[in-house]
């Protein structure tokens, strides 16, 4: 890890560039710099296999357990570098900074039964390193066992940090086609209920075209109708697209999204939302 030299780049999201096990550097379009990745999911393991993911040999289930010694040791030794060595000037583009640490990865995070230990470790090295109210923590996350987890929520909350919620569709039918599950739009609506109220939250939803086609009107407003409910009360929604290959077999062929299809959606969720609404293509 010490020796090896990589130009980040939006594009890779390698998560074994560096040979770390759990903590993972990315350069992030919607962070906006360098985010230090934990990857809690290292069996490749989730319970939804959303058709756009980029994780090769995805498969549905659990994370194994975690080593959260090495993971501290990892993440501490990471933090060092970033903090104390000339890391981003080798290996990001000019003027990167550090954005955040975010839990993401392989997989679901909050899936791990070692997930709130693992956000105090962290907040206890974000101490460590005098980097508290400097630098977030943020949670990547599919929204399904927020309410499994409102300690470690109100955790990252207290120390300024947030959860980025994924909803990529309004109605079941298209959850399932595009998250491949049986989705409980209840159940989704109250954990993102639940997750607003204790923390910043901002809803990120990947659009994409299917078959050739971009998201339908209908498709749209059915997506609006869920969120607007809650549009006064969050901190924005982030609309992007594909950046990375999928490795997901699907019956439908997905494309990315580019900036003028990605503004007109903005625009047009924009006139029934009053939200802050930010587009990645």
């Not at 990001?92 to 955040?100: K, L, M, R």
């Not at 956000?119 to 990547?140: G, M, T």
């Not at 039918?173 to 209920?193: F, G, R, T, V």
Request: proline share 5%; aromatic share 10%.
């Amino acid at each position: 890890m010490d020796k090896k030299t990589f130009k980040l780049h939006t594009e890779n999201h390698d998560r074994d560039i560096f040979e770390s096990k759990y903590i993972y550097p990315v350069l992030s379009r919607r962070a906006g710099g360098l985010s230090l990745g934990i990857n809690l999911n290292t069996n490749n393991a989730c319970n939804w296999q959303c058709i756009y993911c980029e994780i090769p040999n995805l498969t549905r289930g659990n994370p194994e357990p975690i080593d959260l010694n090495l993971l501290e040791d990892e993440l501490r030794q990471w933090l060092f570098k970033i903090n104390h060595t000339s890391f981003i000037e080798e290996n990001g583009p000019p003027n990167t900074s550090f954005a955040d640490i975010a839990f993401s990865g392989n997989g679901e995070p909050t899936a791990a039964k070692e997930f709130a230990d693992a956000v105090d470790r962290s907040i206890k090295l974000l101490k460590e390193f005098h980097l508290v109210n400097k630098i977030p923590i943020r949670l990547i996350t599919n929204g399904s066992f927020i309410h499994k987890n409102l300690d470690a929520i109100k955790t990252i909350s207290k120390y300024n940090g947030e959860v980025w919620f994924k909803v990529d569709a309004g109605n079941t039918l298209a959850m399932k086609q595009i998250n491949q599950i049986n989705p409980s739009m209840k159940q989704i609506h109250n954990n993102l209920d639940l997750c607003i109220r204790h923390v910043s939250t901002v809803v990120q939803s990947c659009f994409l075209k299917i078959d050739g086609s971009i998201p339908s009107n209908k498709f749209l407003d059915d997506y609006i109708n869920f969120i607007n409910p809650f549009s006064n009360n969050l901190k924005g929604i982030h609309i992007y697209s594909l950046a990375r290959p999928s490795y997901q077999k699907s019956e439908v062929d997905i494309q990315r999204l580019d900036l003028e299809e990605l503004s007109y959606i903005q625009q047009y969720i924009n006139n029934q939302i009053d939200c802050l609404i930010d587009i990645f293509p």
